[in-house]
């Protein structure tokens, strides 16, 4: 059932897809995932489709053939070029879906990967937020209750193992920074460490994630002064000196102890 609220936010076209999609048969779920769970404030629509089909791409891409469509990884994108928002249509059978949640809390997985479409990491603790805030629109075979069964026990410990490889990869890189190592790999390493800390200050401090989007928004103004300074910085002296300053203002502020 859609709350007043979230059905006050989507418009009329995402209205007629939800109902299109609701009614072919090889389509088991729908869940409205993303910001607008959360916020007033979201870019686009996000809609996490099960299905059942192996053609589903070219499937909807007929079925909705009248609004301009992109394919990008797992997902149909819908644009507009007036003022409505755009459309994402990410889709995965039962199987593979279920098995990408359970695989995430499984020690060595939950790693933060480079997506085209995303800024930074895409973080795996970010699906796992967007799937307990979701708001599900159709549950043919219980799939979606069934994985929120298993993922709301286990979400603390999934964000303090998280935490634990934030910390692993930020002690690692700053030893990284005391050896001798080239210009290309001080940056690389300083911009891997720009992220984990952002990731790592964003797991300790938000109530709901919203990535690397809009950070002057979401920080502490101080802290966020001080990555922008660590983002300019050079050489490996520099770079140690202000990751080690960082690393001192989360303990200080009593959100972390390294």
């Given at each position: 059932?859609i709350s007043?609220?979230?059905?006050?936010?989507?418009?009329?076209?995402?209205l007629?897809?939800m109902h299109?999609?609701?009614q072919?048969?090889?389509?088991n779920g729908?869940?409205?995932?993303g910001?607008?769970?959360?916020?007033d404030?979201f870019?686009?629509?996000?809609?996490?489709?099960?299905?059942?089909?192996?053609?589903v791409f070219?499937?909807?891409k007929?079925?909705?053939s009248?609004?301009n469509?992109?394919?990008?990884?797992?997902?149909?994108?819908?644009?507009?070029?007036?003022?409505n928002k755009?459309?994402?249509?990410?889709?995965?059978?039962?199987?593979?879906?279920?098995?990408k949640?359970?695989s995430?809390?499984?020690?060595n997985?939950?790693?933060?990967?480079?997506?085209?479409?995303?800024?930074?990491y895409?973080l795996p603790?970010m699906?796992?937020q967007d799937l307990?805030?979701?708001?599900?629109?159709?549950?043919?075979?219980n799939?979606?209750?069934?994985?929120?069964?298993?993922?709301?026990?286990?979400e603390?410990?999934?964000?303090?193992?998280?935490?634990?490889?934030?910390?692993?990869?930020i002690?690692?890189k700053i030893?990284?920074?005391n050896s001798k190592?080239?210009?290309?790999?001080?940056?690389?390493?300083?911009n891997d460490?720009?992220l984990?800390f952002i990731r790592l200050?964003?797991?300790?401090?938000?109530?709901d994630l919203t990535g690397?989007?809009?950070?002057?928004?979401?920080?502490?103004?101080?802290f966020?002064q001080m990555?922008s300074?660590?983002?300019?910085?050079?050489?490996s002296r520099?770079?140690s000196?202000?990751a080690?300053k960082?690393?001192?203002?989360?303990v200080l502020?009593?959100?972390?102890?390294?």
């Amino acid at each position: 059932m859609i709350s007043n609220k979230i059905k006050n936010r989507l418009n009329q076209i995402t209205l007629n897809i939800m109902h299109v999609l609701k009614q072919q048969e090889y389509i088991n779920g729908i869940a409205l995932v993303g910001s607008i769970n959360i916020s007033d404030s979201f870019n686009d629509y996000d809609l996490l489709i099960l299905h059942e089909h192996e053609e589903v791409f070219g499937k909807l891409k007929n079925i909705f053939s009248e609004y301009n469509i992109s394919t990008i990884d797992d997902s149909i994108r819908i644009t507009f070029e007036d003022n409505n928002k755009d459309i994402n249509l990410a889709l995965y059978t039962n199987k593979e879906f279920s098995n990408k949640v359970y695989s995430l809390f499984k020690e060595n997985n939950p790693i933060g990967e480079h997506r085209e479409w995303a800024i930074g990491y895409w973080l795996p603790e970010m699906l796992i937020q967007d799937l307990l805030k979701c708001t599900i629109i159709y549950d043919r075979e219980n799939n979606f209750n069934d994985i929120l069964n298993f993922i709301s026990g286990r979400e603390v410990d999934f964000r303090n193992m998280i935490i634990e490889k934030c910390k692993c990869e930020i002690n690692t890189k700053i030893n990284y920074l005391n050896s001798k190592i080239s210009d290309l790999e001080i940056k690389i390493i300083r911009n891997d460490l720009l992220l984990t800390f952002i990731r790592l200050s964003s797991l300790l401090t938000c109530s709901d994630l919203t990535g690397f989007k809009k950070l002057d928004s979401k920080l502490n103004t101080y802290f966020y002064q001080m990555l922008s300074y660590f983002s300019k910085t050079e050489n490996s002296r520099d770079t140690s000196i202000f990751a080690n300053k960082i690393l001192n203002h989360l303990v200080l502020e009593g959100k972390y102890e390294f």
